[in-house]
């Protein structure tokens, strides 16, 4: 029989002496093997874990539901939030009233990249949103992520070197392995119907397409933010709002330095 992984993790409500060698030990009396251990966000520590049968692990959760030291908060099929605050000892906040949102700031940049690789990595159409006020390191943490996903990322429209504006591809640029990058903002405001032409061929690919400031791109077009399968909110801190104007202003001040590039 396959071994089946399971997440568990537990508030530490007293952290004496030997409290993780208590349930080290517990684990192997069950036959339960450790995968991974971390520390993870107040006082929590999560665990992956690889058991035989659910047998196994109902009767671990009843014993640890026994112990005043520690509580039990999630004992589970380990989720790819869940692989992930393991592996960097720190959740990924979603938003409370939209749960497909998910916010990071600029010092967590490595857990951003791997959300994304991971997101990257998943066969098939997917729609995400990016937002972020300019050089908070929105396109190059979707071009890390491609990187570290194994994807051939293509600027649809973008202003990372000059402002690019795509309307037509190559024949190999037609790959449901590829990743297509596009600029809400510079597709919407400067971009002919040629280019749009293309944006809705793309769109109807089975891959992977990211959308800086979906906001933007959804205002003036057929698309909704429903559409969208994930939103990703990247600020420099906690309480910076993101706003539109100034960016607009920014991508489109003739003196910023950057040049069209249209084919």
């Known amino acids: 029989m396959d071994k089946m992984e399971w997440y568990l993790e537990y508030e530490i409500q007293h952290n004496r002496p030997g409290?993780?060698?208590?349930?080290?030990?517990?684990?192997?009396?069950?036959?339960?093997?450790?995968?991974?251990?971390?520390?993870?966000?107040?006082?929590?520590?999560?665990?992956?874990?690889?058991a035989e049968k659910q047998e196994q692990i109902s009767?671990?959760?009843?014993?640890?539901?026994?112990?005043?030291?520690?509580?039990?908060?999630?004992?589970?099929?380990p989720k790819l939030r869940d692989r992930l605050a393991v592996r960097h000892g720190r959740y990924i906040h979603?938003?409370?009233?939209d749960k497909k949102t998910f916010r990071f700031v600029r010092n967590e940049l490595g857990l951003l990249v791997d959300?994304?690789?991971?997101?990257?990595?998943?066969?098939?159409?997917?729609?995400?949103?990016?937002?972020?006020?300019?050089?908070?390191?929105?396109?190059?943490?979707?071009?890390?992520?491609?990187?570290?996903?194994?994807?051939?990322?293509?600027?649809?429209?973008?202003?990372?070197?000059?402002?690019?504006?795509r309307s037509q591809l190559i024949e190999d640029e037609y790959n449901v392995d590829n990743l297509y990058i596009i600029d809400g903002i510079v597709s919407t405001r400067r971009a002919s119907e040629k280019h749009w032409e293309l944006v809705r061929e793309i769109m109807r690919l089975p891959a992977t397409k990211v959308v800086e400031h979906p906001d933007i791109f959804v205002q003036q077009t057929e698309y909704k933010l429903d559409d969208f399968d994930y939103i990703i909110e990247l600020r420099n801190d906690e309480n910076e709002e993101i706003k539109y104007d100034p960016v607009e202003k920014q991508k489109f001040n003739q003196e910023d330095g950057f040049s069209m590039f249209d084919f």
């Open 115 to 165: 959300f994304m690789a991971e997101l990257f990595k998943k066969d098939g159409h997917k729609l995400i949103g990016i937002r972020g006020m300019p050089r908070v390191g929105k396109t190059e943490s979707i071009v890390a992520s491609s990187v570290c996903a194994n994807k051939r990322w293509l600027f649809v429209s973008s202003t990372l070197l000059k402002q690019t504006i």
């Open 59 to 77: 009767r671990l959760k009843s014993i640890l539901d026994t112990m005043e030291t520690i509580n039990v908060t999630k004992m589970r099929k």
């Open 94 to 97: 979603s938003d409370i009233d």
């Open 19 to 50: 409290l993780l060698g208590d349930i080290s030990s517990l684990l192997g009396m069950l036959s339960i093997n450790i995968i991974t251990i971390n520390g993870v966000e107040n006082s929590r520590r999560g665990m992956l874990l690889l």
